[in-house]
T-cell receptor
Framework: GQNIDQPTEMTATEGAIVQINCTYQ??????LFWYQQHAGEAPTFLSY????GLEEKGRFSSFLSRSKGYSYLLLKELQMKDSASYLC????????????FGAGTQVVVTP | DGGITQSPKYLFRKEGQNVTLSCEQN?????MYWYRQDPGQGLRLIYY???????QKGDIAEGYSVSREKKESFPLTVTSAQKNPTAFYLC????????????FGSGTRLTVV
């Protein structure tokens, strides 16, 4: 199976930057996903990385290093609405699209 | 619009009763999944199905059952054998090569009373 680790909680101020790290141990890596989940709601897709490097999408960026089994999600210019849980999920080549999720990182944005 | 629909949004069950959660998708996705989420925790896989009339157990299948008689539908039954069923249940679907991973339903919150 896979081990996917991410911090439990992070707190940051409105307008600041927060970086959420995710480390994983897996065989047959086939992509890493980040989702945002507000309390009581379904997760929504944020980003997908399968090759090393940085993917930028507006205020959100995601980075992947396959050799290190490491990814991060960078949230810039934090807004109050960014307070949510952020889930890291890994797909493997033998899983036929099945994702393994980390426990999620709760981000709290303060005024 | 294509999407995935879960119903009901809130469900209350008495101890000892079976209850079925509905999940329907019109995205023509082959694969469907059921996850359970407990407060402050990540998603844990209950069952998944890659094609009609076939499904496999996930990490926490005990006390649950599913069927996949139609491509569009993947209902989950929470049986009385599930000792701690109070949780948030998420259904998802996907197709091979889809770079957004899953499309999720809006979830069902099940509470045992």
């Amino acid at each position: 199976g896979q081990n996917i680790d991410q911090p439990t909680e992070m707190t940051a101020t409105e307008g600041a930057i927060v970086q959420i790290n995710c480390t994983y141990q897996t065989s047959g890596f086939n992509g890493l996903f980040w989702y945002q989940q507000h309390a009581g709601e379904a997760p929504t897709f944020l980003s997908y990385n399968v090759l090393d490097g940085l993917e930028e999408k507006g205020r959100f960026s995601s980075f992947l290093s396959r050799s290190k089994g490491y990814s991060y999600l960078l949230l810039k210019e934090l807004q109050m609405k960014d307070s949510a849980s952020y889930l890291c999920a890994v797909m493997t080549t033998d899983s036929w699209g099945k994702l393994q999720f980390g426990a999620g990182t709760q981000v709290v944005v303060t005024p | 619009d294509g999407g995935i629909t879960q119903s009901p949004k809130y469900l209350f069950r008495k101890e000892g009763q079976n209850v079925t959660l509905s999940c329907e998708q019109n995205l023509n996705h082959d694969a469907m999944y059921w996850y359970r989420q407990d407060p402050g925790q990540g998603l844990r896989l209950i069952y998944y199905s890659q094609i009609v009339n076939d499904f496999q157990k996930g990490d926490i299948a005990e006390g649950y059952s599913v069927s996949r008689e139609k491509k569009e539908s993947f209902p989950l039954t929470v049986t009385s054998a599930q000792k701690n069923p109070t949780a948030f249940y998420l259904c998802a679907s996907s197709s091979p090569g889809q770079t957004i991973g899953y499309t999720f339903g809006s979830g069902t919150r099940l509470t045992v009373v």
